[in-house]
C-alpha cells in the first residue's frame, strides 16, 4: 500500500485525501490485480513500479470531482486505475527518456534493468489502461481517455524536439506542458462528471479546473526540477538543465535579460559554468518568483471555475487541492 | 501508397491480396488519417513510418478472413487499420530494442532521429490505435484487441529476459513468439469472425488459424535473420545473433550436438569467430531444415482449422497466405 501521508505542508496531503482514503486503496488494490499477470517476471517489474506511485494525483482529482458531482461510482474506480496506469506509463517511458536514475528515492526501472524492458514495462502499462478501460460500458469515455493519450504523447514529442531551444516562446512552453500534463488531468475532472450524467456546464467547468491545476503543477514540477532537492523531491533533478528542456524560469528571465545576463545563465544552464554568476542571482530569483505568480494565476483560473459546480464539502477539496498543487515542497 | 507487389515467390502476394486490393488500399487512407496531427513535425515523424508498413500482414489476414465469414463490413476496415497501427508501433520500438538501423532499406526513426523519439512515436502510434479501436461499436472487440497487446508486450517482456540464453527450451520459444507475433495475427482472423456475428466454432477456428500462421511466420522471420540477405530482405540483419536471442535453428542444432559442436555454433553465434566452423556446418543445414518442417507443421494446422469454414474463394485465399507464409525470401 502506498504511504499517502508523504507530503509536509501547511496543506497536507492526509487531510486532501480524507475523504476518499478508502477509494484511493480501492483504486490501488484494481491496480495491483490489472497487473497480474502469469509470469513471475513480469509480476517482480510491475511490483518495482509500483513503487513510483504515490501522489496519486489523477485518481484523487478524479474521485474528488466525483464526489462533487453527486458520489463515487464503480465506473470512477475504474476510470481512476486507468488514469493512474496511464501516468505510470508515462513516468516509465519519461525515465529512458530523461536519463533518470532515480525515482521516488528507488533506481528506475531503466537503471534497474535496461532501456528496453523500460519501453516494455510502459507498453505492457498503457496495454493494461485501455484493456481496463475497454471495461467500461460507456464507449465513448474509452474514446476520449484514448484521445488524451494522443494528446500527452504529442506534447512529449514537442518537447523532445525543442530541446536546446533556450530560447522557446512562452506560448509553446504552454503548449507542451497543456498536452502532456494538463490532458490527463482534465480528463480525469471532466470525465468524472461525465460517468455521473453532469450537465455538460459541470463537464466543462470541471475540464478548464483539471486543467488549469495540471498546468500549474507542470509549472511547479519545473520549477522544483531546477530549485529543488533530490533527497526532499525524491527523484532525480536537474535533468531539465541537462537535456536542454527550456521550462518557465528561463523563459521570464530570458523576456528581461539584457545579452551579457542572458549570456551568463546560459553558461550556467549548459553546465558550462557550474555556479551561477553573482551578478545575475537576483534577476534569477525575480524569474522564479514571476514563475511562482503565474502558476499562481492558473490556480485561480482553476478556482473559479469549479464555481459552476454547487458548494459541497467535495467542492472545497477541489479548492484545496488546487492550492496545494502550487504550495508543495517535492 | 504502400507498394504491394513486392514479394517474389511462387506465390506473390500481389495474387494473394487480388481480392482484397480496394479494401487495404481503404485501410491505408484510414491509417493516414488517423495519424495526422496539427503539428507538422508529428506528420513527418508519422510519414516515416508510414514508409515501414508493406506486408499488411495483419490486415489482409483480416480482411480475407471477413471475406470468408460473408464479406468485408464497414467494422473490418476499422480493425485492420487498428491492428497495422498496433504492429507500425511494435516495429518502432522493436528498431529501439534491437539497435536496429535500417527497416524496409530506410533507415529506422530510432536512428534517423532518436531513440527517445522512437519511444513516443511508438507510444503515439498505439494510443491511435486504441483511439480508433474505441471507435467500433462492439466494446467487446476493444477489450480482445487490449487483451492481445497485454499479451504482445508479455512476448516481448519474455524475450528481453531470455536474451543470451542459447540453451532456450523448444517450449519457451513458443511461448514467447505464441504471444509476441501470434496473437496479434490470430486476433485478426478470429475478431473478424466476431464483427461478423459468425457461429463459435468459426471465431475459434480462425483464431487457431491465424495463431498457426503467425508461429510459422515468426520461425521463418527468424530463420531469415540467421541466413538472409540484408537487401533482399530490406532490414537489419543478424541482430538476434548480436542481441543473444535464441531462435528454433539453434535449440534444433543444439538438441543433437555434441560439446565440441555446441561450443563451435557458440562461437559462431556470440561473434567469438567469425566464420562458421567447416565441421558443424551440414548439422547447421539440418537444424535449418528442420526448423522449415517445424513451420510447415504449424502451417498444417492452420489449414486443418480452416476447413470448419465453408469452402469460398476466399478461403482458398487464406490457404495460400498460410502456404505464402513459409515460402518468403523476405
Redesign the interface.
Known amino acids: 500500500m502506498t504511504d499517502i501521508t508523504m507530503f509536509t505542508s501547511t496543506l497536507s496531503l492526509t487531510a486532501l485525501y480524507s475523504p476518499i482514503v478508502a477509494e484511493l486503496r480501492a483504486v490501488e488494490e484494481r491496480l495491483l490485480g490489472e497487473l497480474y499477470?502469469d509470469?513471475p517476471?513480469?509480476n517482480e517489474?510491475c511490483a518495482h513500479v509500483q513503487g513510483y506511485g504515490g501522489k496519486m494525483l489523477r485518481p484523487s482529482l478524479l474521485l474528488l470531482a466525483a464526489q462533487a458531482c453527486g458520489g463515487i461510482r464503480d465506473a470512477h474506480l475504474t476510470l481512476a486505475t486507468v488514469l493512474e496506469l496511464i501516468h505510470l506509463a508515462t513516468l516509465v517511458?519519461d525515465d529512458?527518456?530523461d536519463q533518470a536514475e532515480i525515482r521516488r528515492n528507488k533506481p528506475t526501472i531503466a537503471r534497474m534493468t535496461?532501456?528496453?524492458?523500460a519501453?516494455?514495462?510502459?507498453?505492457?502499462l498503457?496495454?493494461?489502461a485501455?484493456?481496463l478501460?475497454?471495461?467500461?460500458?460507456k464507449?465513448a469515455v474509452?474514446?476520449q481517455?484514448?484521445?488524451c493519450?494522443?494528446r500527452?504523447?504529442?506534447g512529449?514529442?514537442?518537447q523532445?524536439?525543442t530541446r536546446g531551444q533556450w530560447s522557446l516562446s512562452p506560448e509553446l512552453y504552454l503548449e507542451i506542458i497543456r498536452r502532456k500534463t494538463a490532458a490527463l488531468t482534465a480528463a480525469a475532472t471532466e470525465l468524472a462528471a461525465t460517468l455521473s450524467d453532469c450537465p455538460v456546464e459541470w463537464c466543462r467547468a470541471l475540464h478548464v479546473y483539471g486543467e488549469q491545476v495540471g498546468i500549474a503543477f507542470q509549472i511547479m514540477d519545473d520549477l522544483l526540477d531546477l530549485t529543488g532537492n533530490t533527497v526532499v523531491v525524491g527523484k532525480s533533478l536537474g535533468s531539465d538543465r541537462r537535456l536542454g528542456k527550456c521550462t518557465l524560469p528561463v523563459i521570464h528571465f530570458r523576456r528581461d535579460a539584457d545579452p551579457p545576463a542572458w549570456e551568463a545563465i546560459q553558461a550556467w544552464l549548459t553546465g558550462a559554468n557550474e555556479q551561477m554568476a553573482c551578478d545575475i542571482e537576483s534577476a534569477w530569483q525575480a524569474a522564479l518568483q514571476e514563475t511562482r505568480q503565474t502558476a499562481r494565476n492558473h490556480i485561480t483560473q482553476a478556482q473559479l471555475a469549479l464555481q459552476t459546480l454547487p458548494p459541497t464539502p467535495a467542492r472545497e477539496q477541489l479548492q484545496m487541492w488546487a492550492d496545494f498543487s502550487i504550495h508543495r515542497q517535492r
Not at 535496461?114 to 524492458?117: A, G, L
Not at 519501453?119 to 505492457?124: M, P
Not at 478501460?133 to 460500458?137: E, P, R
Open positions: 499477470s509470469l517476471l513480469i517489474l517511458h529512458v527518456l535496461s532501456n528496453e524492458t519501453v516494455l514495462v510502459g507498453d505492457y498503457i496495454s493494461h485501455y484493456h478501460c475497454s471495461s467500461l460500458d464507449p474509452a474514446r481517455v484514448a484521445a493519450t494522443n500527452v504523447c504529442e512529449e514529442l514537442l523532445v524536439h
